[in-house]
């Protein structure tokens, strides 16, 4: 059966974005291709007062870890953190927590953001090494010289299941000098319940969000530009964890040059420097039935440079990037009795490791013809990694070095061609990643997954990755067919195995697993995609995505998503929508036991919303009423951490002003 799913994926492959002129401004997220079209709202035809998080998940490519109701782990092709690149504007930005509860994406809101940029393996490569692919969130920049000088959006809204409230404000200047952008948003939300109407206790959180840009036109042909993003996450609950979230703050600022050229090889020149600031404080004082309490706070601080030149000349095209970062990171665990004014253990979990890196990475485009275009990429990086107290490893990794230098090496090719109403592309890419601070460096980082204590191996092996993409697709004025297949093999795989040795320091632990290289894993994503207008306002999309991963023994790696799919219709007429969308996984029957999972059923999700859209003295205004699960399903997902239970139906209303 799954082969005949195969060849029905590779007949329906295709890369192109597709979009149907007469249709509504609000679009689901796709991957963005090299010619970096972009999306310009951070909403989805379902719901337009989305998370970051919610909005991402729209995307073919992106599934999350769920511990909770906030702060997602984003899945780039069905591959863990580790493995892709997440960047904001180009900066590089690591989390502070070693449970993985501050992704990058935690760290800013939609009202900040003009675009997500999705790029597929190595052809993320241009932000730095990577395996799965790169995420950059793009920032809002309003241009200069705008007819209209002055521009806000305020939203705000109410969501009924966890009693959501939160509010979200942008206002714009733009002026023939100078250019302002400023951001504020507040969200709070207590505990949801799931289908059976029971409260999921601690899935709770407050965040507050603000941001401010400033641009100045030093010239015709130049600007300087600074930027700041300022969040607070606090009492932010975790179900699937054994402790929750005291506090979360980050600083993350920049300031960029950028001059463009009217002739010439080189059109843009921008470079950016950057300076951010996190920290994160797990502790477990709201769960009194620990028998032993720990405190798990950390830091991550990162000063970085990046540079990029844009080349065009005739039919060839070029994007030119330097990207250089200093990375601190710094973890700490504090045991105490259950009198709290003693402690009784402490240890570095990040034991203060320092991580620099620089690197040169190319992408170059020549339009063969007005049909085919090759696009050939390339990198070299360079890792440094140095440990201050590396005697923490020395315990289970003797003479292990304080300090290890790795090159990271990465190629990327692809040839897209159309013809008349097709399109097709293969192409395929080389490249290498260090093991992250955890899997280098980690001491006995607690995963409440498969309840073991994590050792991390200074000694390990650069992964190396190869892979092969291909695609094809159709499109006419009604009909689009599109859809993608990729496939990875990749060279000493890291990942957790049983230590003889060593006993776990967790009391909830059952034992200890270091972080090892497989001799290798095998990893395959198939998406289709079917776009039909039944009539002028009336249209209709269906998505199929299948994946597969499996170790160098044929065992299966965790976290890979099931057989999924989603079929929405949406009806617009003057200023009235309605949609509708249903979508779910098939059961989960290519689970991994060693590694925690278990078998997880098939589900089904029916979701509607309509909107409305009037203006009022100039006011242009948009209300939205809808409800997610409407049938109220009980389901817990594949991704979700420990079989938490996700939400049970939930009405939502939102209003948006434009003024």
């Not at 507050?208 to 130049?222: P, V």
Request: hydrophobic share 35%.
């Amino acid at each position: 059966m799954k082969y005949i799913i195969m060849l029905l994926f590779l007949g329906f492959s295709v890369t192109a974005q597709n979009q149907h002129a007469h249709h509504d401004s609000i679009k689901n997220l796709e991957e963005v291709t090299v010619k970096n079209a972009t999306k310009k709202k951070i909403e989805t035809e379902m719901k337009m007062a989305v998370s970051v998080d919610e909005f991402l998940s729209s995307s073919d490519n992106i599934s999350f870890i769920k511990r909770g109701a906030y702060a997602w782990e984003p899945l780039l092709n069905n591959m863990s953190t580790e493995r892709s690149t997440v960047t904001i504007d180009g900066m590089h930005v690591f989390g502070a927590c070693t449970d993985k509860m501050d992704p990058i994406t935690s760290y800013v809101e939609s009202n900040n953001l003009a675009a997500i940029d999705i790029k597929s393996g190595q052809e993320g490569s241009l932000h730095g090494s990577t395996i799965a692919g790169s995420i950059d969130l793009k920032r809002k920049s309003t241009p200069f010289g705008l007819q209209k000088k002055w521009n806000g959006v305020y939203q705000t809204g109410f969501e009924f299941n966890n009693k959501q409230f939160f509010n979200l404000g942008n206002i714009s200047y733009s002026g023939t000098k100078f250019v302002a952008d400023g951001s504020i948003s507040y969200r709070t939300a207590d505990n949801y319940s799931d289908g059976n109407n029971n409260e999921v206790k601690h899935s709770q959180y407050n965040k507050f969000n603000t941001s401010l840009g400033l641009a100045y036109k030093t010239s015709d042909l130049s600007s300087l530009r600074l930027d700041a993003i300022f969040d607070v996450a606090k009492d932010v609950g975790y179900p699937a964890l054994p402790m929750d979230l005291w506090l979360s703050r980050a600083l993350i600022t920049s300031a960029s040059y950028k001059q463009l050229f009217e002739e010439g090889l080189v059109r843009v020149v921008d470079t950016k420097v950057y300076f951010n600031a996190i920290e994160h404080y797990m502790d477990d004082t709201t769960r009194p039935e620990n028998l032993v309490h720990m405190d798990m706070p950390g830091w991550s601080t990162t000063y970085g440079l990046v540079s990029k030149a844009n080349l065009k000349k005739n039919n060839y095209s070029s994007e030119i990037q330097l990207n250089a970062y200093d990375n601190l990171s710094i973890a700490e665990m504090r045991m105490y009795p259950q009198d709290r004014s003693e402690r009784t253990m402490f240890a570095y979990s990040w034991p203060w490791v320092t991580t620099r890196y620089a690197g040169l990475s190319m992408n170059n485009s020549w339009e063969l013809s007005e049909k085919s275009t090759v696009n050939l990429g390339g990198s070299l990086g360079v890792n440094y990694n140095y440990s201050k107290y590396i005697e923490f490893n020395w315990i289970f990794h003797p003479g292990a070095p304080q300090e290890k230098t790795r090159f990271l090496p990465s190629l990327n090719a692809s040839y897209q061609l159309n013809i008349d109403q097709f399109n097709f592309s293969v192409g395929t890419g080389y490249g290498h990643r260090a093991p992250s601070v955890s899997e280098g460096y980690g001491y006995y980082i607690y995963n409440s997954f498969d309840r073991y204590d994590y050792i991390g191996d200074p000694n390990l092996k650069n992964e190396i990755s190869y892979e092969g993409n291909a695609s094809a697709g159709f499109k006419n004025e009604r009909l689009s067919i599109q859809g993608k297949i990729n496939y990875f093999y990749i060279d000493n795989y890291i990942i957790g195995k049983i230590l003889s040795l060593g006993s776990p320091m967790n009391y909830q632990s059952v034992g200890v697993k270091g972080y090892t290289s497989l001799d290798y894993a095998t990893l395959l994503n198939m998406s289709a995609n079917v776009s039909y207008d039944i009539l002028e306002h009336l249209h209709w999309k269906g998505t199929l995505m299948y994946a597969r991963g499996m170790d160098n023994k044929g065992g299966n790696l965790p976290f890979i998503r099931p057989l999924s799919y989603l079929t929405s219709l949406h009806y617009m007429y003057k200023n009235f929508g309605i949609q509708t969308s249903v979508n779910g996984d098939f059961e989960q029957i290519n689970y991994s036991p060693e590694y925690g999972e278990d078998l997880t059923a098939a589900y089904a999700i029916w979701n509607i919303s309509a909107d409305y859209s009037f203006t009022i003295n100039k006011v242009r205004s948009t209300i939205q009423i809808g409800a997610e699960n409407l049938l109220n399903e009980y389901y817990s997902t594949y991704a979700d951490w420990g079989n938490i239970p996700r939400m049970g139906r939930n009405i939502f209303t939102s209003l948006k002003l434009n003024f």
